[in-house]
């Protein structure tokens, strides 16, 4: 497909589930008092509860052989690729000595291996989470450009729950800045470095609290700040989350099978930075796999990273056009539409919109997809 345009929001899309075990109180409030830049930041809170009717149960992260997807709005079946995400009601058929392999986004269930020769329910296997599940919300409009303004943006963490109590601080770079000076503060931390350079490691000596909200603030030497919250995963779900993560480690997978099934604890969890990085050495190995690219875009896209999201779909675009995976285009160009509509770019969010509704209707058509 030409990168000119983009799509309506017709794709389905990622869930979330967040732990309500966090200080949710204490995350909303300092939401609402941080800013960046010159700019207050948004007083919603960067999930909601979803109101889709697909709940999300679980991904396909091994195939061999002939796996085929239908979706419950679909009429006929259709190639599964590696990576694709599973709802309620959706259907998997595999042909005689096809496998495949799925993680449930429950992180209290293991593996499903699918059965051949059968036509299995994804939520008969992967039963839907027992927490409540949200959804990201739309891309909203930008209130600045980090890049062009002079603001050192947050990367990572960024209004997200975290499982490692020693996070890589990451933000953008500004633009003739060498010093930055970083501060985490909350309940029993009071840390502040000065660095001269785009990221830092939190240390040892400054120990954060489970269920605790933490401010993040980077101040460069052009008087710009940015802001961000962050949590660290209360320690019953954090035990949860380390030993489905252990049970995934275990099995017979390739690195990139792993890799996947432990992104989708992450972000059955709300672990956005964790999954953020996990993702990103997968893309620094040069993958070809379209849900990985869609799985970091969509993540940025809770940041409110749109030019991150953007590259990441257009990557997922492009690798789906090679492998004629059209769910992939069409998913990938209905999120670009949106982030296209976010940014203001009118053209390439109509043109995006076109392609998904392409794709969507050859998906929602009786005649299969020739593969």
Not at 56 to 65: C, E, K, M, Y
Not at 157 to 167: A, F, G, V
Not at 315 to 321: L, M, S
């Amino acid at each position: 497909m030409d990168k000119s345009g983009t799509a309506t929001p017709q794709g389905r899309r990622r869930r979330w589930q967040v732990s309500r075990n966090v200080s949710i109180g204490i995350i909303v409030s300092l939401l609402l008092s941080a800013t960046s830049g010159d700019q207050k930041a948004t007083s919603s809170p960067i999930v909601k509860e979803s109101t889709n009717s697909c709940v999300h149960v679980g991904r396909l992260i091994s195939v061999a052989g002939k796996v085929e997807l239908k979706r419950h709005e679909w009429s006929n079946y259709h190639q599964a690729t590696v990576g694709a995400a599973l709802c309620q009601g959706d259907r998997l058929r595999l042909e005689k000595a096809a496998r495949a392999i799925v993680q449930c986004t429950n992180a209290n269930q293991n593996s499903w291996s699918v059965l051949s020769s059968l036509s299995s329910g994804a939520a008969i296997s992967c039963r839907p989470p027992d927490e409540p599940v949200f959804t990201n919300t739309q891309p909203t409009v930008p209130t600045r450009n980090p890049l062009a303004s002079g603001i050192p943006d947050i990367i990572t963490p960024r209004q997200t729950w975290l499982l490692d109590n020693k996070p890589t601080l990451r933000w953008f770079a500004v633009p003739g800045t060498t010093v930055y000076v970083v501060k985490v503060s909350g309940p029993g931390v009071r840390w502040v470095r000065e660095v001269n350079t785009t990221s830092i490691p939190y240390p040892d000596n400054s120990p954060l609290r489970a269920g605790e909200g933490y401010l993040m603030v980077v101040y460069a030497e052009n008087g710009k700040t940015a802001k961000t919250i962050f949590s660290l995963l209360d320690e019953k779900r954090a035990a949860l989350v380390r030993a489905a993560v252990e049970r995934i480690a275990r099995q017979n997978l390739n690195d990139e099978a792993k890799a996947l099934a432990i992104a989708e604890v992450y972000v059955g969890q709300g672990l956005t930075t964790e999954a953020i990085e996990l993702l990103e050495t997968l893309v620094n190995k040069k993958t070809e796999t379209v849900a990985i690219y869609q799985m970091l875009g969509d993540l940025f896209v809770q940041a409110r990273l749109l030019r991150q999201a953007e590259s990441n779909y257009l990557q997922a675009v492009d690798f789906a056009a090679t492998g004629n995976d059209i769910e992939g285009q069409a998913v990938a160009a209905a999120r670009l539409g949106e982030v296209y509509t976010a940014l203001g770019n009118s053209d390439a969010a109509t043109y995006w919109q076109k392609q998904a509704q392409k794709g969507y209707q050859i998906l929602l058509s009786s005649k299969p997809v020739a593969h």
